[in-house]
């Protein structure tokens, strides 16, 4: 079992970076392909980014977030992190990690396919 709680959203403007952390316990992270996804307010849960358990593999976004987002890890202390820079209006939402103990993470892991859900944290960027 892993559990994973996300942090570090708040409110910001437009323009203004804000880094999510995604602290998971009861199994090592680096075992898993880990992603970050968002739920927006009458949307259907957004796939953000992933980082594969291979560290040979490449991270993979969102059109819509590339160049503004970055997705890394530090095993030190089981957690993966997400920046976001040049946030816009259109960021906020609850974002979501998750887990994925298979062994794809190459290619995109679809969302039905990770295994352990955070609860979310909430990140609304003003105008």
């Known amino acids: 079992q892993v559990q994973l709680v996300e942090s570090g959203g708040g409110l910001v403007q437009a323009g203004a970076s804000l880094r999510l952390s995604c602290v998971a316990s009861g199994r090592a992270l680096k075992e898993y392909t880990v992603g970050w996804f968002r739920e927006a307010p009458g949307k259907e849960r957004e796939f953000v980014a992933q980082?594969?358990?291979?560290?040979?593999?490449?991270?993979i976004y969102a059109d819509s977030v590339r160049g503004r987002f970055t997705i890394s890890r530090d095993n030190s202390v089981n957690t993966v992190y997400l920046e976001m820079s040049t946030l816009q209006v259109d960021d906020t939402a609850v974002y979501l990690c998750?887990?994925?103990?298979?062994?794809?993470?190459?290619?995109?892991?679809?969302?039905?396919?990770?295994?352990?859900w955070g609860q979310g944290t909430h990140v609304t960027v003003s105008s």
């Open positions: 980082s594969s358990w291979n560290d040979d593999d490449t991270p």
């Open positions: 998750a887990a994925d103990a298979g062994w794809g993470g190459r290619d995109l892991v679809p969302p039905a396919d990770f295994d352990y």
